[in-house]
């Protein structure tokens, strides 16, 4: 028989995560999903289906895993393969005890599936693995939502579309019938439903956080609890201030008669006004920080300010002020003859 690689199958390196694992397996298996095409394709896309619901089934399941990775890693998709049980570690043989009449060809498993796991998933379906399953966690969700600056200082109560997912119906998230990899589902076990929740967001989250909502997430299985919700926070796009991390930056336009002189400026903040000292002298470009004025950054503390100098001429000049710009002209040229 042949030996299936089922990594390359999912796309995943031989080191993935099991989240990594789950993530490129659904988004295959909706790639695929044969109702999705027709003629030609919709063969072809029946055998990828069935391959990537194999290669999940084995990289999904922790065991199996274990003893699919324990078959060696030199193996590549495609070479002839001898299932040898002797060379198993931890005792393993091969003694298919099965019922006789399950016909793990109804679950279009391969011949190489069928040698190495077949006595577990005959086992896993009878009965004992589902109520084993049953009762479970539902799934996690991750969703990112976006607050104004004065959210995040404030916090808020929002309203959130989510499509979080929950046990299938036709399969109770078993993936399979005895017809088969189930369609309901793709074979993913969880069919996506849109639902609202109600998030409560509290003051003083940072932009990167996370916040993880209990039982917001999709259903649990069973009468397993909900899975949760893990909201990430990002900053929305401000017209006023820069957002960078937990600093704001904005541009301070002051005339030239403030920067050569000084003087003292109102500023808006997010934290509303301050006042603001400009030195005499100061330099256009230049950076002046407000302590604790920017965005929350976790434990009650703040980020900083930026207020970047430009200076511009004022448009409404009067004819007096043109004359004293004149005089400092001549001084100017004075100054730097000498
Ligand atoms: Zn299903």
């Known amino acids: 028989m042949k030996y299936i690689d089922y990594y390359e199958t999912l796309g995943v390196p031989k080191t993935a995560s099991d989240k990594e694992i789950k993530q490129a397996y659904r988004k295959l298996a909706r790639k695929h999903h044969p109702d999705l095409h027709q003629g030609d394709a919709k063969a072809e896309a029946e055998e990828k289906f069935k391959l990537i619901n194999e290669a999940y089934e084995v990289l999904g399941d922790p065991d199996k895993r274990a003893k699919y990775d324990k078959l060696g890693m030199n193996w590549k998709a495609g070479d002839e393969f001898n299932f040898d049980p002797s060379n198993m570690d931890g005792g393993y043989t091969y003694t298919y005890q099965g019922p006789s009449d399950f016909d793990l060809g109804g679950f279009g498993f391969s011949d190489f599936f069928a040698n190495i796991f077949g006595q577990d998933f005959a086992r896993s379906r009878q009965g004992g693995g589902r109520t084993r399953r049953a009762n479970r966690k ?15 200082i404030h916090g808020v109560e929002k309203e959130m579309y989510l499509s979080a997912p929950n046990v299938c119906a036709a399969c109770e998230g078993q993936r399979v019938t005895q017809r088969g990899v189930c369609r309901a589902c793709g074979g993913t076990g969880v069919t996506e439903d849109t639902k ?14 996370s916040l993880r909502l209990k039982g917001l997430g999709g259903k649990g299985y069973g009468d397993g609890p909900a899975g949760d919700l893990y909201l990430h926070i990002r900053a929305a796009q401000n017209p006023s201030w820069q957002i960078d991390g937990s600093d704001l930056e904005a541009d301070l336009m002051i ?3 403030q920067a050569v002189l000084g003087d003292k400026v109102q500023v ?36 900083d300010l ?22 400092i002209h001549e001084l100017r040229q004075t100054a730097k003859a000498d």
């Open 138 to 152: 539902g799934e996690d969700v991750d969703a990112e939502i976006s607050l104004t600056i004065d959210e995040l």
């Open 196 to 209: 609202t929740v109600k998030v409560k967001v509290p003051a003083g989250l940072y932009p990167g956080a």
């Open 255 to 257: 005339y030239p008669d």
């Open 268 to 303: 808006p903040t997010p934290h509303g006004q301050v006042q603001l000292k400009i030195q005499p002298g100061v330099h256009a470009g230049q950076r002046l920080r407000l302590k604790n004025k920017g965005l929350p950054k976790g434990g009650g503390t703040f980020g």
């Open 306 to 327: 930026y207020l970047r100098i430009r200076i511009d001429i004022p448009k409404d000049q009067s004819e007096e002020e043109r004359e004293l710009y004149r005089k």
